[in-house]
Nanobody
């Protein structure tokens, strides 16, 4: 059974950084998509942050690419999210997802979601 688990959330003051991790288990190859999403206060939806493909390509949302950086360790089946210059508006739950074949990574292919890790930014 495949699953993903996030970690690394916590409470930080504004302007600080935080690094989140997402470990995918149950996968036997690199041919699956991984992505980061978040849900912040006042929003009903989960915002897309970035997507990682099987071939090393990572695409970031333009909304976050200046402050958030995603990397992936294929051997460890782990996706990382480096958060920088955090502000109060970044407070929320950060989710990792996996699925698909690693080449076509539209949002609809994600069928495995983690429970999320909470990030709290104090002003």
């Amino acid at each position: 059974q495949v699953q993903v688990e996030e970690s690394g959330g916590g409470s930080v003051p504004a302007g600080e950084s935080l690094k989140l991790s997402c470990v995918a288990s149950g996968y036997t190859s690199k041919y699956y998509c991984m992505g980061w999403f978040r849900q912040v206060a006042g929003r009903q939806d989960r915002e897309w942050i970035a997507t990682s493909y099987y071939d090393g390509n990572i695409i970031h949302s333009t909304s976050f690419q200046d402050r958030f950086q995603v990397t992936r360790d294929y051997e460890k089946h782990t996706l990382y999210l480096q958060l920088s210059s955090l502000s109060w508006s970044d407070t929320g739950m950060y989710y990792c997802a996996a699925g698909g074949d690693g080449a076509v990574c539209a949002r609809r292919v994600y069928d495995v979601w983690g429970q999320g890790t909470r990030v709290t930014v104090s002003s």
